[in-house]
C-alpha cells in the first residue's frame, strides 16, 4: 500500500529539519512512499512580497530577491559540503528563470496569474534542494513536477481541481511505485489544461497530499507537523492545549471551517470519500502517536475546542424604509456578499437588521457600501475577534474574554461564536 506524506514549511525550514525529515522517511524504506512538500520556513511570504517589490518598481526588489537566494543557497551549504554539487547550477537557473517572471508581466492576464507563475518557486526551489539531498543520504525518491499531475481549471490562485485528468495522471504512477520505490513532489502548485501554472490556495499543500492518496488509493495520508498533533486550540494563544487523539471527518471539516489552520478545509472531502485516515504527527517527535482523522467519531464530543479569528469586522444591515428584514431583503444582501466573494463568518438577524461578521477587507468593505447604500443603512465595527467554541458544554469561557465587551453571541447545540472587541 501507499503512504503520503507531507511536509510543511516548517519542517523544511532549514537544513537540520530537512536532515530530520530525511531520518525519518528512513523508518519508512519497507514502504511505497508519495512525499508532498511546500516552499521552505516562510518563502511564500517573502516570494509574494518579491512580487508586489517586481510590480511596482519598488527599489527593494534586490534586497528580497539576495534575501531568497542567500536563504536557499545557505541551506545547501549547511547540507552539502561541496559546493559543487550540482544541486547549486540548479538553483541558479531556478533562479534566474523566476527573476524572468517577476519582472516580466507581460505574458500575463492577470495579477493572479502573474502570482501563481511566481510563487509556485517556492515549492519548485525546496523539491529540487529536498531531492538532491535525499539522493545524497541514500533515498530512493523520483522527483516530479506536481503540475504533470495535478490538473487545475484556470481559477489562479484558488484553482480546482480536475479530477478525472487528474486521477487519470496520477494513476500512471500506480505501476511505477513499490517498496522502496518513492515519489517526491511538490504541494500547492498544479497546471491548467491550457498549460499555465495554478496554486491550490494557500496553504493548499495538504490539499495535494489528499489529492494524491484519493488517487492512487492510499492507506493514509500523515501530514508532519511541528506540534504534536492536532490540538484543541493554538498553542501560540492558549497556555493550555489538549490534543485530540481521535476525530471524525466531519468534526475536521467543522474545525477547519471556523478557522482551526491546522488542516486546509479542502483536504478533508477526498479522503472522507475513500475512507483514507489522515494523521497528524510532530516531525519533532515522530515516536509519539498521531491524531486521527478517520470514520469514528465516538471521541468527537469529548474535548471543548477553542477556534480564535483576529481581524474582524461586524456588519451591521437595515433597509431605509424600516422595512423588516424578510427573505426579500436577506436575498438581496446575501447576493452582494456573494457576487463581492466577501465570506459569511456568524449571521444573525433581528426585525430591522442584519449582522454579519466577516474577516476585514477594506476594498471589499467600501464595494459592499457601494452597493448596498441606496436600500440600506450599512454600520461597521472593526478590529474583532471571533471565537468560535465546539462542544461548549464541556467548556469553561476562557480567560481572552473575561471583561471583554461581546457585540454578538450565537449558540447552536455543538458550536458557541462570540464576536468580541
Ligand atoms: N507554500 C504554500 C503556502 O505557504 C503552500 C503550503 O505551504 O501549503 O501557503
Ligand atoms: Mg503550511
Redesign the pocket.
Known amino acids: 500500500m501507499i503512504k503520503v506524506f507531507k511536509f510543511?514549511?516548517a519542517s523544511v525550514k532549514d537544513a537540520d529539519s530537512i536532515k530530520n525529515m530525511s531520518s525519518i522517511l528512513k523508518q519508512y524504506q519497507n514502504e511505497s512512499l508519495v512525499v508532498v512538500v511546500?516552499?521552505m520556513g516562510k518563502?511564500?511570504n517573502l516570494l509574494e512580497s518579491l512580487l508586489v517589490a517586481a510590480r511596482q518598481e519598488m527599489h527593494d526588489f534586490e534586497v528580497l530577491f539576495n534575501q531568497l537566494i542567500d536563504f536557499h543557497i545557505n541551506i545547501c551549504n549547511n547540507l552539502f559540503e561541496n559546493r559543487a554539487y550540482p544541486v547549486y547550477t540548479n538553483l541558479h537557473s531556478i533562479f534566474d528563470q523566476l527573476r524572468n517572471v517577476l519582472l516580466d508581466s507581460s505574458g500575463y492576464n492577470s495579477f493572479d496569474e502573474h502570482y501563481d507563475a511566481s510563487i509556485s518557486y517556492?515549492?519548485l526551489l525546496s523539491t529540487s534542494i529536498i531531492d538532491a539531498y535525499l539522493s545524497f543520504d541514500q533515498h530512493n525518491f523520483f522527483l516530479i513536477d506536481a503540475r504533470d499531475y495535478i490538473v487545475t481549471d484556470e481559477t489562479f490562485r484558488q484553482a480546482n481541481v480536475d479530477w478525472d485528468y487528474t486521477s487519470l495522471k496520477i494513476n500512471s504512477l500506480k505501476n511505477f511505485l513499490g517498496v522502496g520505490v518513492n515519489i517526491l513532489t511538490q504541494?500547492?502548485i498544479g497546471r491548467s489544461h491550457e498549460s499555465r501554472t495554478t496554486t491550490l490556495g494557500?496553504?493548499?499543500?495538504?490539499y495535494t497530499a489528499a489529492v494524491f492518496a484519493s488517487c492512487l488509493d492510499a492507506s493514509e495520508v500523515t501530514i508532519w507537523k511541528d506540534v504534536p498533533g492536532l490540538l484543541n486550540a493554538d498553542p501560540k494563544r492558549f497556555a493550555e492545549t489538549t490534543k485530540l487523539n481521535v476525530i471524525s471527518y466531519p468534526e475536521a471539516i467543522e474545525l477547519a471551517y471556523y478557522g482551526a489552520t491546522i488542516i486546509?478545509p479542502k483536504t478533508i472531502k477526498p479522503l472522507q470519500n475513500k475512507r483514507i485516515p489522515l494523521k497528524v504527527k510532530s516531525f519533532l517527535q515522530p515516536d509519539l502517536p498521531a491524531s486521527v482523522v478517520c470514520e469514528s467519531a465516538e471521541t468527537d464530543s469529548l474535548i471543548p475546542s477553542y477556534i480564535i479569528k483576529d481581524q474582524q469586522v461586524l456588519i451591521s444591515i437595515s433597509p431605509r424604509d424600516f422595512s423588516f428584514m424578510d427573505e426579500m431583503n436577506l436575498y438581496r444582501i446575501i447576493g452582494v456578499f456573494a457576487e463581492l466573494k466577501i465570506p459569511i463568518n456568524v449571521m444573525q438577524t433581528s426585525a430591522l437588521s442584519l449582522s454579519i461578521c466577516t474577516d476585514f477587507n477594506a476594498d471589499k468593505l467600501v464595494l459592499l457600501i457601494e452597493k448596498l447604500h441606496l436600500e440600506f443603512t450599512v454600520r461597521y465595527n472593526e478590529h474583532l475577534t471571533l471565537l468560535t467554541i465546539r462542544h461548549y458544554h464541556t467548556a469553561n469561557l476562557p480567560e481572552i474574554v473575561e471583561h471583554k465587551d461581546i457585540l454578538l453571541e450565537q449558540r447552536s447545540r455543538v458550536t458557541l461564536q462570540l464576536v468580541y472587541k
Open positions: 510543511g514549511g511546500s516552499a518563502t511564500t517556492g515549492e504541494g500547492f494557500r496553504e493548499g499543500s495538504d486546509h
